[in-house]
């Protein structure tokens, strides 16, 4: 039996205890928002693959029916591109510059224009009407706003003053989530939306990668995005696929990221007179040449080119000039204003690079594929540490580490050399910007009506 002494220290502990809830409620309501993440990129990515086959349906079922993209892609396009700048503003393009952008306004107004429950939810049926449209775009950047659009709204539900942080760890963990590749996750998130590295944001980032890779890991299984590969260099025909794909692959990726950059600037001039009628004219015009490349193509450049990809690093030939076609769909993706990302659509494109330079110099198609990505997606994202894990992670190849390791830095000092300004970061100017003038345009009104009352 317990003395009255201890018997009121054990209540005085109780109560210290349940007083302290409201300590761990931003720790429960911070994790909830990690296990949601893992979830809806889990319910994400089945939507987006039904769409792929949706389309994919539909324009195979008859004998005339692969001229229906002819119709449906400039369609859909529009349609897309309306509700986005009517409904869901800020939706556009892939969402990863939107959420660098967050990282850097300091005014809470601001991030929410960019980061926001509901632009999460017209990210992801936006994203899926442009999959079911044929166009050549991925969810996996669009999963990284709609993951740091979650870790926002948990800031302020939870009443944690790390924004910045949050953003950070609700990108990593969307990357982490979508592509199964939590060291991918972590290294996107120093690499990529940080450029630095900050002491205090890890241990918050490896918390949601890892609440958000076990949840989406309890609901689609563990896998490798490409499934399991095993490929070494062996012959000098092999070894040659390191400089080629290094210096190729870069050259590409700068060429691609400052031509977005260039053409985006030049098509926001010009849109500027009636920006909502021109921008759909836009839409529409993108949509149809995109359907054209891929009726052309016989289909293989809509969608994400996930089968594709997947087919090289599997040793399957593509055809020589799929990564230009691939390539030009992706562009034009992009600078329809749409709402879609470059991750997936990119690996295709080195994918199907690499599977050409392979067919030439004779050497192993999975290992070109491999290389190709490598090389590509370094060049495109300008962050060799990102695409090194990221390539390793999803395809399993740890007998090429030193080669993938190696074609991604060539392929970052290549289009460093060629394309001095990230593309990411380079368009998340291009959100701040817009945010800060939505922001005097709507203190302007306010003392407008001030003066007027």
């Known amino acids: ?256 990221s400052g031509l977005a950059l260039h053409v985006g600037q030049r098509i926001r001039r010009w849109a500027q007179p009636q920006p909502l009628m021109r921008m759909l004219c836009l839409a529409g015009a993108c949509g149809f040449v995109i359907a054209v490349i891929g009726v052309a193509s016989g289909g293989m450049t809509f969608g994400t080119g996930y089968e594709q990809a997947k087919g090289a690093v599997e040793g399957q030939a593509l055809p020589l000039f799929f990564f230009v076609e691939k390539l030009v769909a992706s562009f034009l993706s992009m600078m329809s204003g749409i709402p879609g990302g470059i991750f997936a659509p990119s690996l295709a494109v080195g994918a199907g690079f690499g599977s050409t330079v392979g067919t030439l110099v004779g050497s192993s198609i999975a290992l070109a594929a491999i290389l190709g990505m490598a090389g590509y997606f370094a060049g495109v994202v300008q962050a060799p540490m990102t695409a090194f894990v990221i390539i390793l992670e999803m395809t399993g190849d740890h007998q090429a580490v030193i080669p993938i390791m190696a074609v991604s830095m060539i392929g970052y000092v290549t289009s460093r050399l060629l394309s001095r300004e990230p593309l990411y970061h380079g368009l998340s100017r291009v959100f701040i910007a817009a945010a800060i003038r939505a922001r005097r345009a709507a203190e302007h009104k306010v003392a407008v009506d001030q003066g007027a009352s």
């Open 1 to 256: 039996m317990l003395s009255p002494y201890r018997r009121s220290k054990l209540l005085r502990r109780s109560r210290v205890f349940w007083g302290s809830f409201s300590l761990w409620r931003p720790r429960l309501v911070f994790w909830c928002g990690a296990l949601a993440i893992g979830v809806i990129s889990v319910g994400f990515a089945r939507l987006a693959d039904m769409a792929q086959k949706a389309f994919a349906s539909i324009t195979t079922s008859s004998e005339w029916s692969f001229l229906l993209p002819l119709l449906i892609t400039p369609i859909g396009f529009v349609l897309s591109a309306y509700i986005a700048a009517t409904l869901f503003p800020n939706s556009q393009g892939s969402g990863i510059p939107q959420a660098i952008a967050a990282r850097h306004l300091h005014d809470e107004a601001d991030r929410s224009r960019l980061l926001s429950l509901r632009i999460a939810l017209g990210k992801i049926v936006l994203t899926v009407l442009g999959l079911f449209s044929g166009a050549s775009i991925g969810r996996e950047g669009p999963t990284v706003q709609v993951g740091a659009s979650i870790m926002l709204a948990v800031a302020r539900f939870g009443g944690m003053a790390q924004a910045r942080g949050l953003i950070l760890a609700g990108s990593a963990a969307g990357i982490a989530a979508a592509f199964n590749t939590p060291l991918a996750g972590i290294v996107f998130a120093i690499e990529e939306m940080g450029r630095t590295y900050e002491s205090r944001a890890n241990g918050i980032v490896l918390t949601a990668v890892i609440l958000s890779g076990l949840a989406a890991l309890g609901l689609a299984g563990s896998y490798n995005y490409f499934g399991s590969t095993s490929v070494v260099p062996l012959t000098l025909a092999d070894w040659s696929l390191v400089l080629i794909c290094g210096v190729g692959g870069g050259a590409l990726g700068a060429a691609f």
